[in-house]
């Protein structure tokens, strides 16, 4: 095959590629019409009022009559909820590492680490809050708390995912531990890794929320409980509507990462 050969071929799939993802694209759209659709019909038709189920317009009229107020609290637990991803996500790579090193410490961190995963973060939430105050800094630590477990697992899978000839390879070429690591173990740890992001991306916005309804002035778990105390549900649904999109909108941004980085 010439290069102009193999440059037509990678065109011709990069067309491929982007017509399946715009007919993804269209697929997903078709649905989701089709499910406001009929929600605001099944309203409209049994007259439900609001205080039970708002119609997706009502919802609407409420987003953009006060599209300021939401604004500012999604971008707030937004900022809360991605600081405590990083922060998860960066000690769980550590944990796994250290524990890649040091195999002698694995049990009896991996035993500390389940400890902490298996605690309620409902029960913690009000004590973080007293300790920390009412600021950023609780919906941080609970986020990471909720994130950082199952990056410490898939990591750990994922460094010791190396197959044994490549093992063998680096052994044969007297390689340090550290160019193992790097050359081997980490490359093979990747797909483990975005793995875990699939599933901590949206769970760290869950853990801003929780952290925001057990104590916060402001934040989208602020607007939802306050809304809820009022009986207030249509606002209590345009809040839900943001972390519902924010979470979307993170995963398409870790997918998209993910493509990129494990382009293989």
């Known amino acids: 095959m010439t290069k102009n050969q193999g440059n037509a071929r990678i065109t011709v799939d990069q067309r491929i590629n982007h017509l399946a993802d715009s007919k993804d694209r269209l697929t997903i759209f078709i649905i989701l ?3 406001l659709a009929i929600w605001e019909i099944i309203v409209r038709l049994k007259q439900l009022p609001a205080y039970l189920l708002p119609a997706p317009t009502e919802i609407a009229q409420t987003l953009w009559v006060q599209r300021l107020y939401y604004a500012r609290a999604a971008a707030i637990t937004s900022l ?17 590492t250290l524990i890649t090193f040091w195999s002698s410490l694995e049990h009896g961190i991996l035993a500390l680490a389940i400890l902490v995963k298996a605690t309620p973060i409902v029960a913690i939430a009000p004590l973080l809050i007293i300790w920390l105050g009412f600021g950023p800094a609780p919906k941080i630590v609970i986020t990471a708390l909720m994130t950082f477990f199952p990056v410490l697992v898939n990591m750990h899978a994922g460094f010791h995912a190396v197959e044994p000839a490549v093992l063998e390879l680096f ?22 890794l975005f793995a875990a992001l699939r599933i901590v991306g949206p769970l760290s916005l869950i853990g801003a929320v929780v952290a925001e309804w057990a104590g916060a002035s402001t934040g ?4 939802m409980w306050l809304a809820y105390t009022n ?20 995963s398409s941004l870790i997918a998209a990462l993910e493509r990129r980085v494990i382009f293989w």
């Open 220 to 223: 989208l778990g602020r607007a």
């Open 33 to 35: 019409g089709t499910g």
């Open 171 to 192: 052994h044969s070429l007297a390689a340090s531990r550290w160019e193992v690591f790097t050359h081997a173990r980490w490359p093979s740890s990747l797909p483990y």
């Open 231 to 250: 009986l207030n549900i249509p606002a209590l649904f345009a809040a839900v509507f943001c972390s519902a999109t924010i979470g979307v909108l993170l």
């Open 80 to 96: 809360e909820a991605l600081t405590g991803l990083a922060v998860g996500v960066g000690v769980g790579i550590a944990i796994a």
